[in-house]
């Protein structure tokens, strides 16, 4: 079983968007895989765009967390909390086969739903870290890989593929989150303050030091505390990169390369935070060979990408012409398409 993380410290890189084209394009090419998605942001914005967009999605999330329980991330949570110390067994309860509410998606896509609640038991799931054995801290930070394993079970699969998606604080649900992946992706986009976050994923979760003396986060000291194992960076990848010209694409170019230079530093005095893929491949040697294996980069494909993700349609799935949504009629292109869809499929046919 594979668990990948999409998460950064920062907002607004479209890391539920790559969630949602990711899960859906990993799943079409995978026909005898199962595929899970886990939804830990409140903002649920991975799962209305797997439930059928802005509209028919939201209003699927409304009736899943309307149930009782609710079959969300916090129905699951809810029940964990009740049962800090003991798994409850109960992660294949809170399931959503995703086609059957969005036609778009492939059949064998199965969803547990974000939910807004998680926000309010943040301080539930932080209480019952303090409270109960001398080691609450480290059991309660395997519940969703107990919820991964129970889902796992419940098919009676081995090899099932699973991807997280993070909100982007470094809250309680997100180190939760953290706890439970193998791999890490991390999506950027090129900015100043996307190259802060980077900086930040990696002294939150890996402990790394830009200066002497630098405090290092709990999570990690308890990481370190307990011996738990932590995700190791599997990509990072420069999410709808727009494309500009002259010297706004020269200056655009510039930050990329310095993220990506600043994470090839990291991983030259810490290569075990990362994982080499392909399993049988050498580990890069060079700054070239390191490129090559961990940094992607994905186009912008503008109205294409808003579709995309307002109507639940993948875009491997979407096609060029007017399409309508909220009242309005926008124009797809296919040169739009022709942009992000290689690139969405490339980056996927190197997950393993």
Known sequence: MAVYAFWNNKGGVGKSYLTFQVAAEYARTHR???????????????????????I??????????????????????????VSPYVDTHSGANYLTHVRSINPQIP??????????????????????????PGNAWQIVHTWIRNLTEDVRRSWDQHD????????PSFTIY???????ADRLIIPFSADGSSKRAVRSVLALVYGVQRRPGQPQSQFFRNTQQYRMALPRIYSYV????????????????????????????????????????????????????????FE???NDANTASVVSGALGIPMYKLTAGTKSFAGKSVHVNQSQLDR????????VSKIE
Do not use: W
Not at 174 to 180: D, F, N, V
């Open 32 to 54: 005898d895989q199962k595929v899970l998605v886990v939804d830990l942001c409140p903002q649920a914005n991975s799962s209305s765009m797997l439930l059928g967009g802005m």
């Open 56 to 81: 028919a999605g939201e209003t699927a999330i409304e009736s899943l967390a309307g149930l009782t329980p609710p079959r969300t991330i916090s129905g699951y949570i809810a029940d964990r909390i």
């Open 107 to 132: 059949d064998n896509v199965y969803l547990v739903c974000g939910d807004e609640e998680l926000e309010m038991q943040a301080a539930g799931i932080q209480l019952a870290c303090a409270a109960g």
């Open 160 to 167: 099932i593929t699973v991807f997280l998606d993070c909100n």
């Open 174 to 180: 997100t180190e939760l989150a953290i706890s439970a």
């Open 238 to 293: 420069g999410n709808r990169l727009t494309q500009m010209n002259n010297s706004s694409a020269s200056a655009f170019r510039n930050v990329v390369l310095e993220i990506f230079a600043e994470v090839y530093r990291v991983y030259q005095g810490n290569p075990g935070a990362f994982v080499v893929h392909p399993n049988s491949g050498p580990a890069p040697t060079s700054r070239q060979t390191f490129r090559a294996m």
């Open 296 to 298: 992607e980069q994905i």
């Open 340 to 347: 992000q869809q290689p690139n969405i499929r490339d980056f």
